[in-house]
T-cell receptor, first 112, second 110 residues
Framework: SQTIHQWPATLVQPVGSPLSLECTVE??????LYWYRQAAGRGLQLLFY??????ISSEVPQNLSASRPQDRQFILSSKKLLLSDSGFYLC???????????FGQGTRLTVV | EDQVTQSPEALRLQEGESSSLNCSYT??????LFWYRQDPGKGPEFLFT???AGEEKEKERLKATLTKKESFLHITAPKPEDSATYLC???????????FGKGTSLLVTP
């Protein structure tokens, strides 16, 4: 069966510090991978998606970047965090584009 | 541009009091609709996929239905453990990922 791992679960970082969130998927090959951010009252916002190694598409201009160094690994990064980067970050995978997605448990990021 | 609206934003029910959640949408080329459940501090959990108008899916006390412009999630005789936020996402021809509604926060009290 397929599983998705996302870590850390919670993170408190000072403004201006770097960020690295990691997500890995097991039990499937060549998944589509996604990073979403969920802010209170605003729903799930798609940040990045990837259909293959090294292929990253950004949906929203922001202070964040994503990379996919391996088939089942997806990383969300920032060089310098802003207060507005606080939120609940979710990694997800799907078999194909626009099919049901399966989510990790999320990372609660607080920038102070 | 695809739009998804879920109502009500919040719903409080007594245990055993049945109700329905609504997901209305405007999308180009609907290819189905997904329902998810999200517990506080957790990632969304996939519940159902509905592919065409008239289709129904059931899981325990939940039944999802789909028309051409909206979907309903019916909750029959809910229990406190059904308390969660329920999210819908229509699947359309535009974009590369799911566009989620803001969700309905359901609280079921004993």
């Amino acid at each position: 069966s397929q599983t998705i791992h996302q870590w850390p679960a919670t993170l408190v970082q000072p403004v201006g510090s770097p960020l690295s969130l990691e997500c890995t998927v097991e039990g499937t090959s060549n998944p589509n991978l996604y990073w979403y951010r969920q802010a209170a009252g605003r729903g799930l916002q798609l940040l990045f998606y990837s259909v293959g190694i090294g292929q990253i598409s950004s949906e929203v201009p922001q202070n964040l970047s994503a990379s996919r160094p391996q088939d089942r690994q997806f990383i969300l990064s920032s060089k310098k965090l802003l207060l507005s980067d606080s939120g609940f970050y979710l990694c997800a995978w799907s078999v194909q584009t626009r099919t049901e997605a399966f989510f990790g448990q999320g990372t609660r990021l607080t920038v102070v | 541009e695809d739009q998804v609206t879920q109502s009500p934003e919040a719903l409080r029910l007594q245990e055993g009091e049945s109700s329905s959640l609504n997901c209305s949408y405007t999308v180009s080329g609907l290819r189905g609709l997904f329902w998810y459940r999200q517990d506080p501090g957790k990632g969304p959990e996939f519940l159902f996929t509905l592919y065409s108008a008239g289709e129904e899916k059931e899981k325990e006390r939940l039944k999802a239905t789909l028309t051409k412009k909206e979907s309903f999630l019916h909750i029959t005789a809910p229990k406190p453990e059904d308390s969660a936020t329920y999210l819908c996402a229509p699947n359309s021809n535009s974009g590369y990922a799911l566009n989620f509604g803001k969700g309905t926060s359901l609280l079921v009290t004993p």
